[in-house]
Nanobody
Framework: QVQLVESGGGLVQAGGSLRLSCAAS????????MGWYRRAPGKQRELAAT???????NYAESVKGRFTISRDNAQNAVYLQMNSLKPEDTAVYYC?????????????????WGQGTQVTVSS
């Protein structure tokens, strides 16, 4: 199993910045693609940004040019730098990881989610 714990959310004024962090822990695992998703009030969860193990990135159109995703493979961590925040960025942000786990003779691959961190942008 892989546990993901997010941190860094909070309240910020429009135009401000926040940096989200997500740390993965567990035993005998390897992280593949990682990402950040978000769920705004009354809306479905949507992709914000993803990053592959070798650093290829993908962004939602709504965050391109403002958000930057990065990862530290040695620390099993992924980050989301959010600049020029807008009220419409208000959401719960979830860390996501595709991971391979090794349990004895078994190799399994699954998707894991953090519990989310609230980001609120005031106008």
């Amino acid at each position: 199993q892989v546990q993901l714990v997010e941190s860094g959310g909070g309240l910020v004024q429009a135009g401000g910045s926040l940096r989200l962090s997500c740390a993965a822990s567990g035993s005998s695992f390897m992280l593949n693609d990682m990402g950040w998703y978000r769920r705004a009030p009354g809306k479905q969860r949507e992709l914000a940004a993803t990053i592959s193990k070798v650093g290829s990135t993908n962004y939602a159109e709504s965050v391109k040019g403002r958000f930057t995703i990065s990862r530290d493979n040695a620390q099993n961590a992924v980050y989301l730098q959010m600049n020029s925040l807008k009220p419409e960025d208000t959401a719960v942000y979830y860390c996501n990881a595709d991971a391979t786990t090794y349990q004895g003779d078994y190799i399994m691959r699954g998707t894991y989610w953090g519990q989310g961190t609230q980001v609120t942008v005031s106008s």
